[in-house]
Every structure is written in structure tokens, then in C-alpha cells.
């Protein structure tokens, strides 16, 4: 059974380092062909809501406790929110400097385990927060004519978008992990494609009623690209719930950080993004301190 267990979930993390980099890809080449990045975000849980229709009637929603629709409302709320800004700085940032920065979402735990816990940190955490700055400075130097890291960086719309999409992704992740320890997998993934469409397309009403035709004709035109991105985005999703199921969070997080290379090597093959050689350096190490800060927290 255990086999059984650690091959699932080990799958399932194959699963996840793969189809990531590959939405960022479709996500991409959408919003270049004219397409929003909240319509992308909420056709996409639209389209997975309709895929899980027939699952609905085996749902027993009926007994699960408070703490379980919370943690749904928080994270289908900064997962949406998420979501939308991973897009919107994908639109105009490179895959391969966007990618690696998903490694600071290790530091970010431990700034809050310090504010909020009192955690403190091992040499090793240290040590892999070190590795993180270095490569983020070998990453970022590659796109900046030998500037090398600096706070100015900050100031780009996309690395903004791309550093609070982190934040929201670390939160997101915890509570699904809560949902699901108060059901199941299969159950919070329903939750997060239904509600995820009803909060996404609700702001869509909000801010792009007046867009709508435009957008569907991009969606028309583009069927293709998009049927690509929901089958990919839904593997994601489903895997990374599957994984959460099958190991501690942090540990999963730690190990999905290895698909920055991948997204460094799609932007190449994809989008002709330069310095790859030294981005892949960068990643690499940056992927290093994640897994440090992570195993030996």
C-alpha cells in the first residue's frame, strides 16, 4: 500500500513540474494574441467547473465542518487573485527570469514563520535563503547588461505581479492542504475550479463587460491554445491536490521548485529568450537553497 501511495504521489509531482511551465507557455502566447488575463483565468476555471460536472452528485457537502468552507473561501479568494497576476506578469515578463523568482516562495515561509510563530531558522535555512539571493542575482543580471540585482528591479510591473503572485500561491497552498485534510482531494478540487470560476467571473462582469465580445472572438480565434492551456492547468491543479494528499506541503513545494529550469528552457524554445545558459545557472542554484529551506527547516 505504501508503494502504491509514494508512486501516486510521485507521479503526480512528475505531473506538476511538467504541466506548470507548459501553462505559463499557453498562458503567454494567449495574452500576446490580445487575450486578458482575468478572461484566460476565469475560461479556465470555467471550462474545468464543466469538466467536473458529473462528479457533483457524489459530493457529501453536507457534514463537512466550518473550518473546511473557510479555508475553501480563502483559498479559492487569493487563489483567483493569484492566479490573475501570475498572467498579467507573464504577459510581459520572461518565462525564464519569471520562473526561477517561484523560488522565493521559501523565504516567504520563513518570514512568516518567524513574524507569526517564532520559528527560527537552521543554518541550513540560512544557507538555502543565501543560495536564492545568489541565484536570483545570476538570473536577473542575465536581463539587465551586467546591472546584476538590483531594487530597481522591484520596480517592473511583471516582477511586482510575479512576487505578490507568490505570496497568494504559498497561502493558497496551505489551506488547500487544510481543505483537504477535512475531506478530500477530488472534493477540494471540484471546489476550486467551481468557485474559482464564480469569483473569477464576477470580477470578469465587473471590469470587462464592456470587452466581452472582443474577448471571445480572441477565444474563438485561439481554441486551440486554449483547449491546450485547460487540459494543462487542470493537471496541474489536480496533481499538485494529489501530491499535497501524499506528503507534507512543504516538502511537495520544495520539489516543484525544479520546474523553474523547465520554465527557463520553454522560454528559450518558445519565445527565442536570450542568456539561457546563464538563467539555467541561476535557477539551478536558486532551486538548491529552496530545497535547503525547505528539507532542513
Do not use: H
Not at 504541466?19 to 471550462?47: C, D, H, I, M, W
Not at 467551481?194 to 477565444?219: H, N, Y
Not at 516538502?251 to 527557463?264: D, I, K, M, P
Amino acid at each position: 500500500m505504501l508503494v502504491i501511495i509514494l508512486t501516486l504521489t510521485t507521479v503526480a509531482i512528475v505531473v506538476r513540474i511538467v504541466s506548470s511551465p507548459l501553462s505559463n507557455v499557453f498562458q503567454k502566447q494567449l495574452t500576446q494574441r490580445a487575450a486578458e488575463p482575468l478572461f484566460v483565468s476565469s475560461a479556465t476555471y470555467g471550462f474545468l467547473s464543466v469538466l467536473t460536472i458529473s462528479f457533483w452528485p457524489e459530493l457529501n457537502l453536507s457534514n463537512l465542518p466550518a473550518d473546511f468552507w473557510l479555508s475553501v473561501l480563502i483559498f479559492n479568494l487569493i487563489g483567483v487573485l493569484g492566479n490573475v497576476l501570475l498572467v498579467k506578469a507573464i504577459r510581459t515578463g520572461e518565462l525564464s527570469v519569471l520562473g526561477p523568482i517561484n523560488a522565493y516562495k521559501s523565504v516567504v515561509s520563513i518570514v512568516f514563520g518567524i513574524l507569526l510563530l517564532n520559528e527560527i531558522p537552521s543554518w541550513m535555512g540560512v544557507m538555502g535563503v543565501a543560495l536564492i539571493v545568489a541565484g536570483s542575482y545570476v538570473v536577473l543580471d542575465s536581463g539587465q547588461r551586467g546591472r546584476g540585482f538590483s531594487f530597481d528591479i522591484l520596480k517592473q510591473p511583471e516582477i511586482q505581479f510575479r512576487l505578490i503572485a507568490l505570496v497568494c500561491s504559498a497561502i493558497e497552498a496551505v489551506f488547500i492542504k487544510r481543505a483537504m485534510v477535512l475531506s478530500s482531494p477530488m472534493t477540494t478540487f471540484i471546489l476550486w475550479c467551481v468557485l474559482g470560476f464564480v469569483f473569477s467571473f464576477s470580477w470578469v462582469i465587473l471590469t470587462l463587460r464592456r470587452r466581452w465580445k472582443e474577448q471571445i472572438a480572441v477565444f474563438s480565434t485561439e481554441k486551440g491554445t486554449y483547449a491546450a492551456l485547460f487540459v494543462s492547468a487542470g493537471l496541474m491543479q489536480f496533481s499538485t491536490n494529489t501530491a499535497f494528499g501524499g506528503m507534507q506541503v512543504g516538502y511537495v513545494l520544495a520539489l516543484f521548485q525544479t520546474s523553474a529550469l523547465l520554465n527557463v528552457l520553454f522560454g528559450y524554445q518558445f519565445f527565442k529568450e536570450k542568456n539561457i545558459v546563464q538563467k539555467l545557472i541561476g535557477a539551478a542554484i536558486m532551486v538548491t537553497g529552496a530545497v535547503l529551506i525547505v528539507v532542513f527547516k
